[in-house]
């Protein structure tokens, strides 16, 4: 994976307080809340794990290098938010609006996002191994150079979108759509792929390895590459004279 890149594009606007190296329970995040009024908050190598942070009112705050693994953060407003370097393993978003929220560099394997507001979020260089989404608001959500192996997707919508180095490996992509999709390397290798479209979808340089012969109609007005196509057809047992 790439290094992660810094927050740039956004001004983010300026912090109440930035707090460091503490360890903060929920009854603190709530003082801490309180008393910032609404205004954004930041957060640098701070400590939330194993708490429960859900309902909380965290719009505009940046995590930097923050543990966050099993935190609950179900209900939270967490809109434009701002994670870099955090981890978060196993923290569960259900529920939470997350519309324009930022995570680069971040390790979120085995996360939980039924239901959350993803609008406009947008995750690049972030580990999503084993993460579940479902019935999520994600217009505009995207993904770049991110880990989404054994992650669940069903019925997610990536149509037209750049799709850059995105693994995709054993994923749940059940009726997914990536019609007219551009796949800029990444794998759909042993993905599950069913009733998943992906007509008019360049799929030239992502890893198509493991597919079954049962997909092979899935792919119909996709672009391929000769080489990729050799490969398929060998998979099907049939030689080329």
Do not use: Y
Request: aromatic share 8%; hydrophobic share 45%.
């Amino acid at each position: 994976m790439h290094q992660p890149e810094l927050f740039v594009s956004d001004p983010v606007p300026a912090p109440l307080t930035t707090f460091c190296d503490q360890r903060l329970g929920r009854d603190e995040v709530q003082a801490i809340v309180r008393v910032a009024n609404g205004a954004a908050l930041r957060f640098e190598r701070c400590d939330f794990e194993q708490q429960d942070l859900g309902q909380l009112a965290l719009g505009q705050a940046c995590f930097i290098d923050c543990q966050l693994a099993e935190v609950d953060f179900t209900r939270a407003q967490l809109q434009g938010s701002q994670w870099s370097g955090c981890r978060a393993r196993q923290a569960d978003f259900g529920l939470a609006d997350l519309s324009d929220a930022r995570f680069v560099g971040c390790d979120l394997n085995n996360t939980e996002w039924g239901r959350a507001k993803l609008a406009s979020a947008s995750f690049v260089s972030v580990k999503l191994t084993g993460a579940r989404f479902a019935d999520n608001s994600a217009l505009g959500l995207g993904f770049r150079d991110t880990l989404l192996v054994a992650a669940t997707l069903r019925g997610f919508s990536f149509r037209k979108q750049r799709l850059e180095q995105i693994d995709f490996s054993e994923a749940d992509l059940s009726g997914s759509d990536f019609r007219d999709a551009v796949f800029e390397g990444g794998s759909l290798r042993d993905a599950h792929l069913k009733q998943a479209r992906f007509e008019g979808a360049d799929l030239r340089e992502v890893d198509l390895g493991g597919l079954q012969p049962a997909n092979l109609a899935l792919f119909k007005g996709a672009t391929i590459s000769v080489r990729q196509a050799v490969a398929l057809v060998a998979a099907l047992g049939l030689q080329v004279a």
